[in-house]
Nanobody, 126 residues
Framework: QVQLEESGGGSVQAGGSLRLSCAAS????????MAWFRQGPGKEREGVIF???????MTLPSVTGRFRTSQNTAKNTVYLQMDNLKPEDTAIYYC????????????????????WGQGTQVTVSS
């Protein structure tokens, strides 16, 4: 099992930036699909960025060019850099993981991820 802990959320004005961190602990030697999901007020949870164990990345079209991910393998930490934030990016952001061996390609459905962080609030004001 792996435990995930997010940090870095907050409140910014439109056009601002935030960087979220997701620190993993526990069985970090396995290969995992990692993902950032978000759930806005009154909205369903949606995947923002999906990362496989070899660095392959898939990004939600609405954030392409504004959000990017990186990782520090020595610290078992994945980052979500969010630039040019918009009010519609307001949501609780979650880091998630699932064992990569279960899938041919990393899944996009939140139901396939079995490890979750507690979430961190991101609020963007206009």
């Amino acid at each position: 099992q792996v435990q995930l802990e997010e940090s870095g959320g907050g409140s910014v004005q439109a056009g601002g930036s935030l960087r979220l961190s997701c620190a993993a602990s526990g069985d970090t030697q396995r290969r995992y699909c990692m993902a950032w999901f978000r759930q806005g007020p009154g909205k369903e949870r949606e995947g923002v960025i999906f990362i496989n164990s070899v660095g392959g990345i898939m990004t939600l079209p609405s954030v392409t060019g504004r959000f990017r991910t990186s990782q520090n393998t020595a610290k078992n930490t994945v980052y979500l850099q969010m630039d040019n934030l918009k009010p519609e990016d307001t949501a609780i952001y979650y880091c998630a993981a699932t064992e990569e061996q279960r899938f041919v390609n990393c899944p996009r459905s939140s139901a396939q991820y079995n490890y979750w962080g507690q979430g961190t609030q991101v609020t963007v004001s206009s």
